[in-house]
């Protein structure tokens, strides 16, 4: 069974800079796609960074984030990150982790996602 944590949340001012990380445990075959989620409330949970692990890696950006956000992942800690630079109030919300078991409708689909972690909370203030 697949069990993520996040952590690295917390308040920052616009413009600041955080760093969420998400540890894996668990055995993971094959091709499956991780990423950074996040939601507001009243909002549907979107998608902000996708990392794709098949026999040649890939990285998905929502456009909104693009040049600001990085996804990385450490394969020996079994970590994936996300580094948030010049955040912006519109940024705030609950990040959460997600893993799917195989390949995805959408990589921007949610409900393509089998494992989530608990989420941790980002604020960013104006």
């Known amino acids: 069974q697949m069990q993520l944590a996040e952590s690295g949340g917390g308040s920052v001012e616009t413009g600041g800079s955080l760093r969420l990380s998400c540890e894996a445990s668990g055995i993971t075959y094959g091709i499956y796609y991780m990423g950074w989620f996040r939601q507001t409330p009243g909002k549907e949970r979107e998608g902000v960074a996708v990392?794709?692990?098949?026999?040649?890696?890939?990285?998905f950006y929502e456009d909104s984030v693009k040049g600001r956000f990085t996804i990385s992942r450490d394969n020996a800690k079994n970590t994936l990150y996300l580094q948030m630079d010049r955040l912006n109030p519109e940024d705030s919300g609950m990040y959460y982790c997600?893993?799917?078991?195989?390949?995805?409708?959408?990589?921007?689909?949610?409900?393509?996602?089998?494992?989530w972690g608990q989420g941790t909370q980002v604020t960013v203030s104006s």
């Open positions: 990392f794709y692990s098949g026999a040649t890696s890939k990285i």
């Open positions: 997600a893993q799917s078991s195989g390949r995805v409708r959408s990589v921007w689909d949610p409900d393509s996602y089998v494992y």
